[in-house]
């Protein structure tokens, strides 16, 4: 097994279930190219912190009040992070962490952006929105992150078709899948071009 200091860093952003950090874990580890090495999460009542402990991954908790300041991103260059991986993460990235870490940060949405993307266009609400649309379609979007919620550079989207019969929860499963068949592999592909 390749030493520990020979893989890349990643830092995971979440603040849900965990379900995408948990993917991309279990890819790695399998894979040893790279490791997460935190998990950043902005609600202490958070599924994705039991995750961290599961895999014995160290976690962050963050505030409004801290997110972003000079002490948060000391902690954050601290773990020399290749890149920030945000898996459900729901805060805006200022400023301060786009610029410490450029073209490093990415997001995934749970829809083809530009379609349903935007400040408050996260979860079930843009499975609803894709529901009540009528589309026939929906998928994924792998983006790099600016100052803009949803605006930055596409990487990668993964389509999937939409039932007439299918609810937003049964839209939301089929793009579960996607999310965890596609990331860890986008992941992978950025940190081989770096």
Not at 15 to 35: D, H, L, M, R
Request: net charge positive; with cysteine; aromatic share 10%.
């Amino acid at each position: 097994m390749p030493n520990s200091s020979f893989k890349k860093p990643i830092i995971i952003f979440a603040s849900g279930t965990g379900t995408n950090a948990e993917a991309i874990i279990q890819y790695f580890n399998k894979n040893k190219e790279a490791q997460v090495c935190l998990i950043v999460c902005n609600k202490a009542n958070a599924k994705v912190l039991d995750v961290a402990r599961n895999y014995q991954i160290p976690f962050l908790l963050t505030d409004k009040e801290t997110f972003g300041e000079a002490l948060f991103l000391e902690q954050l260059t601290g773990y020399k992070p290749q890149l920030i991986v945000l898996a459900g993460f729901l805060w805006k990235i200022p400023s301060s962490i786009l610029e410490t870490f450029p073209n490093k940060i990415v997001n995934i949405h749970p829809a083809l952006l530009p379609k349903y993307g935007g400040k408050g266009m996260y979860g079930h609400k843009v499975h609803q929105a894709v529901k009540d649309a009528g589309d026939l379609e929906t998928g994924i979007t792998i983006h790099f992150v600016n100052q803009n919620y949803d605006e930055g550079t596409i990487l990668m989207q993964a389509k999937c078709a939409i039932g007439q019969s299918d609810s937003a929860s049964d839209i939301a499963n089929k793009v579960a899948k996607l999310e965890h068949a596609y990331y860890p592999v986008t992941i992978q592909l950025l940190l081989q071009k770096q």
